[in-house]
Every structure is written in structure tokens, then in C-alpha cells.
């Protein structure tokens, strides 16, 4: 299991909390606790979608009362799949990984009377890690282009033109590295020495 899988999070907490579910989730792969796989699969599911969605403004705006809610995996998986998070091939193969986590309820477990085993499991470890996979591209790409209009408007402002593709390729990384405020500094600075 990778380390860094979910460094891009950027809630602090969020990913702290994050880090140990999936070291205990790993904990439990290797001695095949797959009852409480699914239900740390499922968790992790919910809350990286939170996250996300929380995270994201043009998202959230849309969504009434937002904050106000008690949000479920399953309403998280909706929204996912109405603003397009995830697509519909991803969001059906999700729905199951919420079900099956469903059976930490005795009423439910014995119930339905289902098995849950390792290819259950196996399952609910690629979905996770694909959707995992798509948000993460999804905040690189929205980051990517937050960073482009700042180097946009900061040419702008010094320079009054339009950015070149060349400022992008030298300004961006700087935005990358140092954020919005420092990395913005930065470049300010060095156009001014110019």
C-alpha cells in the first residue's frame, strides 16, 4: 500500500485521519479482517468524498444547506455522481462498498445472511483506490489551473500583457511550490529585477 496515496488532501486533520485508516486498513488486509476491510474502505470512501466536496466551492454553492447536513456515503456517492466526480461505471461499482459496509448492523448482517470475503475485499480496494485516483486528478488539474490564472493576472498587473506561454512554463512551478501568496511574492519580485 502506497504511503503517499493521500498526501494531496488538503485538510490537515482530514488527512491525518485518513493516513491511519488506511495504515490499519493494510493492518487488516494482511491478517484478513475482512468485515472491518470493507467498513475502513467504506469510511475512507466517505470521507475523501466529504473532503472533496467540502473543499470545493463551485461543488458545495450548489448543494443546499450543505454544511447543515449529516451526509451519508450514499448521498456522497449521488453528489459524486451528479457534479461528475465520479462516472457512472465507478459510482455502480461504489454502490456495493456502501451495502456491504452495512453489515457492521447485526439486524443486517445476519439478515441477509452474505459472506463477506476476500474477493469482496479486492473489489472494495480497487474501487477505493480509483476513486482516490480521480479526485487526486481532479485536484492537481483544478490546482493547475488556479496557478495558471494567477501567473495570468500577476503578468498582467506587472507587465500589462497578455501571459505567454513561456510565463506560464517559468511562473507555474513557482506557484506550485511556494502557494498562492509566497509563490506570487516570489514572482513579483523577480519581474521587478528584470
Known amino acids: 500500500m502506497r504511503k503517499d496515496l493521500l498526501d494531496y488532501i488538503s485538510d490537515e486533520k ?3 485521519q485518513c493516513k491511519n485508516d488506511y495504515k490499519e486498513l493494510s493492518i487488516c488486509l494482511r491478517y484478513k479482517a475482512n468485515k472491518a476491510s470493507i467498513v475502513l474502505i467504506g469510511s475512507l470512501m466517505e470521507a ?9 466551492a463551485g461543488i458545495r ?15 456522497l456517492l449521488q453528489y459524486a455522481r451528479k457534479f461528475g466526480i465520479l462516472e457512472e461505471d465507478l459510482f455502480r ?11 457492521i448492523h447485526p439486524n443486517v448482517y445476519t439478515r441477509k445472511e452474505l459472506d463477506i470475503n476476500e474477493n469482496i475485499v479486492q473489489i472494495g480496494i ?3 483506490l480509483e476513486l482516490v485516483g480521480r479526485i487526486k486528478n481532479r485536484v492537481v488539474n483544478e490546482s493547475d489551473v488556479q496557478a495558471k490564472r494567477l501567473v495570468r493576472k500577476i503578468v498582467k498587473k506587472q507587465f500589462s500583457r497578455e501571459a505567454t506561454k513561456s510565463d506560464i512554463f517559468v511562473y507555474l512551478p513557482i506557484i506550485k511550490k511556494y502557494g498562492e501568496e509566497k509563490g506570487s511574492k516570489i514572482i513579483t519580485e523577480s519581474i521587478k529585477n528584470t
Open 14 to 16: 482530514i488527512r491525518k
Open 48 to 56: 475523501i468524498l466529504y473532503e472533496y466536496i467540502t473543499s470545493n
Open 61 to 75: 454553492k450548489q448543494i443546499p444547506n450543505f454544511e447543515k447536513r449529516k451526509l451519508t456515503l450514499n448521498d
Open 93 to 103: 461499482l461504489s454502490e456495493p462498498i456502501r451495502d456491504y459496509r452495512n453489515y
Open 126 to 128: 480497487s474501487v477505493f
